[in-house]
């Protein structure tokens, strides 16, 4: 061999050797792998019962290896061992828990149906900036379930940015297109819902199926006047998972695309989905109240003139608000003055507290004025909204507390009035305005912006395939219609804002109850003996003010109560034709005090609540055992 040939071999051998070396090193790394990163990759790969195995075995040599005590109680937490996987955190302390210990202590909890602990715990888990994804999502989910729909949305706009939850990516996207559709936000809930479909097309451990993602995502496609994209999406789901409802959408979709022909069919296919449930709101875009009144002027008409169309103002709206002509002292925290002024079209609010001063303009008023008005301000252009803390009540006229503020000052700065959240001011508009989202975006420039507070489309929905479907011929009429709906249905809708909703209060809290007549009318037996029956059209018009005439709402009582011959003549003549005619056995006895009168005053008295100078009718309609208020009820309405 050469001498060059020589010094080739050499360094070959000397490749294979490091090579080799190489490869014994990494087989003895393999080999020499710890029982515990072991059990934590079966841990981290979702093998639950592994981990736990391995953990075990584990601890039957070393009883108190932490490592192996922390993944012992993690997968006893993963595997529905609540009351094990508590007892082995406390053994390691609270001071040593990491984000997915608190994660795992969470999702217990949430099996408990401890419902606000979890989201406690939820939140440790993201304290020094945590970028945990799972405790996002469930918090996420909490916030959703409990109207914190802003908080929510952050929560899961934060999980898009994190690279290591490009797992989360799919569940996220869904998440966040739920809660912008909640919002009513459907132009940003569109891209969230196609990113997860595209990233996990079978969406695993996502809040929505596949097939459920698909039909919301064409439900805010047609919200937005997109039909072919909806169309495309539902195809899909009729190809796959064809149900009535797809059906019923694929309708919407076509009467959008004008083609009446496949809107016929489809809507046969759908098996009267839509038929059964005529209060629903369509997927549909709002044309805003004055587009209504171009064929319905005279129903158009009667409703702008009523307070719900006066519930909502901005300050140009009141010229005639009546401005206390001095500072207001402030009814409950002495030193505190309130100022309000004219500026031009504009409402200056004035706040001072001992020597500190707090200015604002008026951005919103809230209220018809026949109880109250309700300033919201805002100090600067930029900063957060707050609702002033007097409101003028129109029985007086007084300036008092507004309702819902504390007595006591939380802070200095609260004497102006309390903070408003995106949660809170939503809440707040959508019971005062037709869509609160063309409020809140104005540069959406929505037509139902121009509505007078509450437009048609509070009640009747978004009417833009009812539009679309006249304009067509089309036989269906795409719009929602609560005369024709079930008096449940019915009170659920007005329960909307007359209800209690998510509101925390109890059963037996009268004064507070009182509001919220949605929710106090079904508690009547006039309501439970007859299968909720009687709702609140049975006495109101939604279109026209509240009578204000006792005589009024006793003959709707004496309708039913009165004598038996004319029971169901009375009540023909005096109901509405959307409602029902009760059965004979519903009819009860003539009142035994007075059988032909005065059942208003001592049946739905009208009593004081937790709103300032506002008697409200009683609507749970009862034999009070105490003596009624003297006074009309017909100021109460």
């Not at 469930?138 to 409990?146: S, V």
């Not at 006792?550 to 009540?571: I, V």
């Not at 739905?604 to 009862?622: A, V």
Request: include cysteine.
């Amino acid at each position: 061999m050469t001498r060059s040939g020589r010094a080739v071999a050499g360094v070959l051998a000397l490749a294979v050797a490091i090579l080799a070396g190489a490869g014994f090193w990494f087989v003895a790394q393999r080999g020499g792998e710890t029982p515990l990163a072991r059990a934590q990759d079966a841990y981290d790969h979702g093998d639950w019962a592994g981990a736990e195995a391995a953990a075990h075995a584990i601890l039957k040599g070393r009883k108190d290896d932490p490592g192996a005590l922390r993944l012992l109680a993690r997968s006893a937490g993963r595997l529905g061992q609540d009351n094990t996987a508590r007892r082995l955190f406390q053994r390691l302390g609270t001071e040593t828990m990491e984000p997915e210990d608190h994660v795992v202590l969470g999702l217990g909890l949430l099996r408990e149906g401890r419902v606000d602990a979890a989201r406690d715990t939820f939140q440790f888990a993201l304290q020094d900036n945590s970028g945990h994804a799972e405790a996002r999502y469930e918090l996420a989910r909490i916030e959703i379930e409990q109207g914190r729909l802003a908080s929510a949305s952050r929560l899961v706009g934060e999980m898009d940015r994190n690279p290591k939850a490009l797992q989360w990516v799919a569940r996220a996207g869904v998440l966040l297109g739920v809660v912008r559709d909640l919002i009513m936000d459907p132009e940003d809930a569109v891209e969230p819902l196609l990113a997860a479909l595209k990233s996990d097309p079978g969406l695993v451990g996502a809040m929505l199926s596949p097939t459920e993602a698909r039909k919301l995502l064409a439900r805010v496609l047609l919200k937005i006047n997109r039909p072919s994209e909806a169309r495309a999406q539902l195809e899909i789901v009729h190809r796959d998972d064809p149900d009535l409802e797809t059906s019923w959408l694929l309708s919407r979709a076509a009467i959008q695309l004008g083609d009446k022909a496949a809107a016929a069919k489809a809507l046969a296919d759908s098996g009267g989905y839509g038929r059964d449930r005529p209060e629903a709101f369509e997927p549909a875009a709002y044309v805003g109240a004055a587009k209504c009144a171009e064929c319905h002027q005279e129903i158009h008409d009667s409703q702008q003139s009523t307070h719900h169309a006066g519930t909502f103002h901005r300050p140009s709206d009141l010229a005639g608000l009546a401005t206390p002509e001095k500072p207001v002292a402030d009814p409950h925290v002495a030193g505190v003055l309130h100022s309000i002024q004219r500026q031009a079209n504009e409402l200056k609010v004035v706040t001072t507290n001992g020597d500190r001063s707090y200015e604002a303009l008026v951005r919103y008023i809230m209220g018809s004025g026949n109880h109250a008005h309700t300033l919201v301000v805002a100090e600067t252009q930029d900063s957060g909204l707050r609702e002033f803390r007097i409101s003028y009540y129109r029985k007086g006229p007084v300036w008092d507390l507004t309702t819902g503020h504390s007595t006591v000052l939380a802070d200095p700065h609260e004497a102006l009035g309390q903070r408003q959240t995106e949660d809170t001011l939503r809440t707040c508009l959508g019971c005062h305005t037709t869509n609160p989202r063309a409020i809140l975006a104005p540069e959406l420039k929505r037509p139902e912006a121009l509505d007078r507070g509450i437009g048609c489309e509070r009640c009747h929905g978004p009417g833009g395939n009812h539009v679309a479907a006249v304009e067509k011929g089309f036989a269906d009429l795409a719009i929602g219609r609560p005369r024709v709906a079930k008096p449940s249905a019915v009170t659920a809708l007005c329960g909307q804002c007359h209800g209690v909703g998510s509101r925390n209060i109890a059963q037996d809290d009268e004064k507070n109850l009182l509001r919220f007549q949605s929710s106090t009318l079904p508690r009547s037996r006039c309501s439970t003996a007859t299968n909720e029956a009687i709702t609140c059209t049975t006495c109101h018009d939604p279109h026209k003010n509240a009578e204000t005439s006792p005589a009024f709402y006793e003959a709707k009582c004496l309708a039913c109560h009165g004598p038996a011959p004319s029971h169901h003549a009375a009540l023909a003549s005096s109901r509405r034709a959307s409602e029902p005619v009760l059965p004979e056995t519903s009819r009860r006895v003539a009142c035994p005090v007075n059988p032909t009168q005065g059942c208003i005053n001592c049946h739905m008295p009208s009593r004081e609540g937790t709103m300032p100078h506002t008697p409200f009718t009683d609507h749970r309609i009862r034999v009070h055992r105490r003596a009624p208020d003297p006074k009309s009820t017909a100021e109460a309405r």
